[in-house]
Antibody, heavy 118, light 110 residues
Framework: EVQLVESGGGVVQPGGSLRLSCTGT????????MHWVRQAPGKGLEWVSF????????YYADSVRGRFTISRDNAKNSVYLQMNSLRPDDTALYYC???????????WGQGTLVTVSS | QSALTQPPSASGTPGQRVTISCSGS????????VYWYQQLPGTAPKLLIY???ERPSGVPDRFSGSKSGTSASLAISGLRSEDEADYYC???????????FGGGTKVTVL
């Protein structure tokens, strides 16, 4: 069974940093691109970033480019999101998702909550 | 403001057919596959439709997707109470070099 578990969320002051982690089990981790998607309280889904299976390609939403960095360690079956210069509007539930090329994001974690507040 | 436009809400009685639209542009829907995700209250999103009109195994055939030009649609036929959820379209946007979601449509079963 495929499982994705996010961790690393918490409360941080504006301007601070956090590093989110997502560990995948039940599938060949390195074979799949991985995404981070966030959802602010009461709002819709917003794509944040994705990394290709071998880690060689990374893409970002305009809202986070230059502040967030996605990376992965395939030996640890994990993908990370380093978030710097955090702002109150980064407050959201952050999900990781597994990408099956042209077949959608077929597995999602339960999310980790990030709250940016003074 | 999202690159994809969805109606904020849709509703129907049990057994009815409900259709949700997703309007985009030549840089996204007009050139790439559309995906649909269902988010039940308090849960993570779930893949509903991929490659415009394909259903993953386990998704009932009451759900169907279509695409024409720069617009796409999700149809739910034989509406059931358990279909009450938020529905999102998603597509790669070539101009943005990133993925975009529609704003989401809340479906209510009356």
């Amino acid at each position: 069974e495929v499982q994705l578990v996010e961790s690393g969320g918490g409360v941080v002051q504006p301007g601070g940093s956090l590093r989110l982690s997502c560990t995948g089990t039940g599938f060949t981790f390195h074979a799949y691109a991985m995404h981070w998607v966030r959802q602010a309280p009461g709002k819709g889904l917003e794509w944040v970033s994705f990394v290709t299976g071998n880690g060689g390609g990374t893409y970002y939403a305009d809202s986070v480019r230059g502040r967030f960095t996605i990376s992965r360690d395939n030996a640890k079956n994990s993908v990370y999101l380093q978030m710097n210069s955090l702002r109150p509007d980064d407050t959201a539930l952050y999900y990781c998702a597994k990408d099956v090329t042209h077949s959608g994001w077929d597995s999602w974690g339960q999310g980790t909550l990030v709250t940016v507040s003074s | 403001q999202s690159a994809l436009t969805q109606p904020p809400s849709a509703s129907g009685t049990p057994g009815q057919r409900v259709t949700i639209s997703c309007s985009g542009s030549n840089s996204n829907i007009g050139r790439d596959y559309v995906y649909w995700y269902q988010q039940l209250p308090g849960t993570a999103p779930k893949l509903l439709i991929y490659k415009n009109n394909e259903r993953p195994s386990g998704v009932p055939d009451r759900f169907s997707g279509s695409k024409s030009g720069t617009s796409a649609s999700l149809a739910i036929s034989g509406l059931r109470s358990e279909d009450e959820a938020d529905y999102y379209c998603a597509v790669w946007d070539n101009s943005l070099s990133g993925w975009v979601f529609g704003g989401g449509t809340k479906v209510t079963v009356l």
